[in-house]
């Protein structure tokens, strides 16, 4: 019971290839101190290494560099603590164009113009509008 | 050694940036032509195939060699064996290494570029330890504990015709003397 595996659905998509993003289930031992972004790394050197994301700069919640959106909510996937059996939807972060998988382009801002986002390639994740608001 | 490094890459980047806009000041554009961009782009582009052994295997495989053999305390035969493994590393993984083929956001890509620097680096370091037959500073020998005065001289490696080339050049004391500090 203590040592149930992990289970996690994760956002997939190449907008070189793929039509659409799809979502694949992995099944991650748990081990005590297991993180998210240490489960991401699990997955991509024991399923599938061509999954994307972006690994830490700081592994201390305060580069913001692994951010995505779990279970709809933007979290440092280096900082949150998995518990056992638990199982977890894991997307990019919201608001910026998808460059592949769960790797998001940060270099254009939530703010900025719907236009920007058009020249990039790829697909804007987006439930609902976290901020509309134009920059001051 | 977080409080080490974060000095280093002050002093470091500083001297680095002196002697990199200094030398800039004294050139005009170099044009790397196109043959050897190509000559690069065709290197990089070999990593990429489906099938071979993933990149961060090769580097796991580094780092638990070095862990072992050339952390704090070190041996003659100790880095004897890490440098033939990683020797080996470099002659029958290597060749086979490949990272997935994907063109967007590749991270094994990314770290079959490093890989073979870092056997490279990992090889000066222990050739480097191997030569020198004394302890000194963050370089500890069992076999040979004592600071020796003879050994006063920094371990350097130049880029030769055969590869990097171990050598030494002489130490510039300034205000810290040389003594015994235990």
Not at chain 2, 41 to 57: C, D, V
Request: glycine residues 8%.
């Amino acid at each position: 019971m203590s040592d149930k595996p992990v289970a996690l659905k994760i956002f997939r998509y190449d907008p070189d290839v793929d039509r659409a993003p799809r979502y694949e289930q992995y099944q991650v031992p748990w081990r005590e101190g297991l993180l998210l972004l240490t489960a991401l790394k699990y997955v991509r050197d024991n399923f599938d290494q061509t999954l994307a994301f972006r690994d830490y700069c700081c592994g201390c919640s305060w580069c913001t560099s692994c951010v995505m959106t779990v279970d709809g909510k933007g979290i440092q996937t280096c900082s949150r603590p998995l518990r056992p059996g638990e199982s977890l939807l894991v997307e990019p972060m919201r608001g910026f164009p998808i460059i592949r998988d769960l790797a998001v382009d940060f270099g254009v801002t939530i703010a900025s113009p719907e236009g920007t986002f058009k020249k990039m390639h790829g697909t804007v994740l987006r439930k609902e509008q976290h901020r509309t608001e134009p920059r001051p | 050694m977080g409080g080490n490094a974060l000095t280093e890459i002050i002093v470091f980047g500083r001297r680095a940036g002196q002697s990199a806009a200094e030398y800039a000041a004294g050139v005009d554009w170099q044009n790397a032509g196109k043959a050897s961009s190509e000559e690069e782009f065709l290197r990089l582009s070999a990593f990429l195939g489906n099938k071979g052994i993933a990149p961060k295997q090769i580097m796991d495989k580094i780092a638990a060699i070095m862990t072992e053999h050339v952390a704090v305390a070190r041996t003659g035969t100790g880095l004897e064996k890490a440098l033939s493994l990683i020797g080996s590393l470099k002659e029958s993984e290597f060749p086979g290494m490949a990272a997935p083929a994907v063109r967007r956001f590749n991270l094994g890509w990314v770290e079959a570029i490093q890989v073979p620097y870092m056997l490279d680096v990992a090889e000066m370091i222990i050739k480097s330890a191997l030569f020198r037959t004394e302890s000194r500073g963050a370089h500890y020998r069992e076999d040979y504990p004592e600071t020796r005065p003879e050994w006063s001289k920094h371990t350097r490696f130049l880029k030769s015709s055969s590869g990097a080339e171990l050598g030494t050049a002489p130490v510039v004391i300034t205000r810290l003397k040389p003594e015994d500090r235990r």
